[in-house]
């Protein structure tokens, strides 16, 4: 049987989880995150889903996907399967029928008939399924008919104010039938209406439009309460602006349809500041209305304080409508340790609320395996994804540190993951993209400062590549860190080690300190094994003893290179030269010491905050017209520091473990890698000459192909977007970009 959801403000706070299930079209293209994410063919994810404690789940059973050419057409079987099992999990569904979509083919949000239509579904939806209570049959239908009829970005591509008011109308139009429709199979059956919910501030001039776009983003809520009567704000707007007859808005009225929960979707982008002094802003965040000029931006892009968060909100929301709330949206676009603050903050907002006698059942983790390509609005298959709960980039869902977040949410344990200490983008100095500007109404910041008293993530490595690319990044991720050089710490020195963690007490130790000088260790090989075997078997003794998290680094050349296809993790390594034989008997002496270590092997890296890099010393050369010579012979996985970085401390956050290929994808001779990157640079390649690797005269034998391939996940971006991104850095750096 599925638990009850029937909370009361005085009850505990559930946690809910949802899935990311938009089915949105562009033009005559269907988009679907069902099939992009794989759970449209994965239904064991529901198991993984009931095992993280949640008490309800947003489930899609979309109109398009069951019925697209009728009911009498429809397919039954998904919805079977995996409805079946979420009354076995013990999970109640709050049913979505349709989301972000604009039905089958047949129809559309502007279609006099959607509403008709979409109850004719309903209904077939409860008599197939009339033990189901809890409906949102259309989700955000104002941010659809925004996007849909206003922006013209998902069909039917509407641009004009009428549009919009006509998609908005159809959908609610939609809502409140479909619900009479599933009343008359299941009269206990419950709306839970779902909105975007956010808030405008601005600068005195626009006030007025702020006004209106915070009346704008309650119409739907206020449409099905029948609040749209000819005193409300928006009446006049509706009627002369948007072609609104009095017998439409009041249709509403004679027809309400109250939600019996208010589902609250709110995320980052969702509080806006408007400033009339567009000089301050880049000229992406122009824009108008048509009386004035203005830009329009994120709130915690541009302003010094912040708003609150969520709990104010929530507080109005309570206080217009009186009806029980929950967050039924709660997820961000960022680094792990931002998603995890996010939710912690969110979770946090909601019991502040409570405790304010606001009646909010739950928050509900959104998009639990992820979501694809909303940074374009999903108009493209870009590739872009967004991790949850789970990550999909493998074979299998990975469980990341959300899903432990919300077990322990769940278990109504607070959270105490050190990372949670720090302060979310949102909150952090680096976050303005303008002048920071003061509201004098300003509150104080939502998430605390980092202290040096939190315990720190240590970082060997001072004076190297990736120890300089970890302290950066962790700085501009909130995590407070400690970069030890060689006289701070010396890995080799089990006593330096010892004393070092004594002093600091971290919560994880990272090793980016080692020999690297392949050709010299040839004949350096007492160093070579001191620096990259013993020490990184050091720190495995200690951290095991101390039950802290380690993460050290490998390296292709482990392997021969006799192999064809990208070595994946399980493949047997045979190194070639003395530098590879350090780190294969690092791998195997750090994980018998430590089984939860990490062990990253990577490859060929190229970064903006190193100038001794293959492509920066490449371009260097060709710049100051001396010759390059590039091996056409050599195979390797060009690895992107900063994505390297980044994924690396993802996985040690999730509390990963064992040996993971980390690199930006693509297999590639060193030659190939140097005309593109000549290319992308602009940069006259007529010096660069092609060679066998037999001319480089290296000391240390390479294998010929060492591409990193993976059996688990591949979590970085494609090495095209990684070179993109490290030419528009190298801009930034040397003051080449432009204001964009």
Known sequence: MTRSIKGSSTGALELWGGIECTMNRVQDKY??????????????????????????????????????????QANWSWPDERLGRLLKLGVTPIVGLVHHGSGPAHTSLVDPEFPSKLAEYASAVAKRYPWIEYYTPVNEPLTTARFSGLYGLWY???????????????????????????????PTAKLVQTEDLGKTYSTPLLAYQALFNNELRWLAWDLLCGRVTPDHQLWKWLNECCGASPSELLWFVKNTCAPDIIGANHYITSVRFLDDNLNNYPSRYHGGNGQHRYADIEAARCLASGTGGIEPLLREAWERYRLPLAVTEAHIDSTRDDQMRWLAEIWRAAMQAKGYGVDIRAVTVWALFGSYDWNCLVTECRGYYEPGAFDVRGAQPRPTAIAALMRDLAAGQLPQHPVLVGPGWWNRPERFHCPPVTLPSASVEDQPKPSNKVAPLLVSGATGTLGGAFAHLCKERGLNYRLMSRNDMDIADANSIENTMARYDPWAVINAAGYVRVDDAEKDIERCFRENTLGPTNLAAICARENIPLVTFSTDLVFDGTQKSPYIETDPTAPLNVYGRSKAEAEMRVLERHPGSLVIRTSSFFGPWDEY???????????????????????????????????????????????????????????????????????????????????????????VYSALGSNRSFLMPPLDDALGRYFCQCAVDTGNSGRE
């Not at 009428?162 to 199979?185: E, G, P």
């Open 613 to 703: 890099n293959y492509i920066t010393v490449l371009l260097r050369r060709l710049r100051d017209g001396l010759p390059f010579l590039a091996a056409n012979d050599l195979t390797v996985s060009p690895t992107y520091v900063p994505d390297l970085v980044n994924a690396c401390l993802d996985l040690l956050i999730d509390r990963e473990v064992g040996i993971w290929h980390l690199s930006n994808g693509l297999a590639i001779t060193w030659a190939d890698l140097a005309r593109w990157a000549a290319e992308l640079a602009q940069v006259d390649s007529s010096l660069l000459r092609v060679c066998h690797s037999e001319e480089l005269r290296f000391a240390a034998r390479r294998p």
């Open 31 to 72: 988009f679907s995150q069902l099939e992009r994410n794989g759970h449209a063919s994965r239904a064991d994810d529901l198991d993984g889903v009931a095992a993280l404690g949640i008490r309800a789940l947003r489930y899609p059973i979309l109109w398009e996907g069951t019925a697209p050419n009728g009911i009498a």
């Open 156 to 186: 039917p591509h509407g641009l004009s104010e009428k549009t919009f008011k006509d998609a908005l109308f159809t959908q609610c139009r939609a809502v409140v039938s479909a619900m009479r429709a599933i009343r008359c199979i299941n």
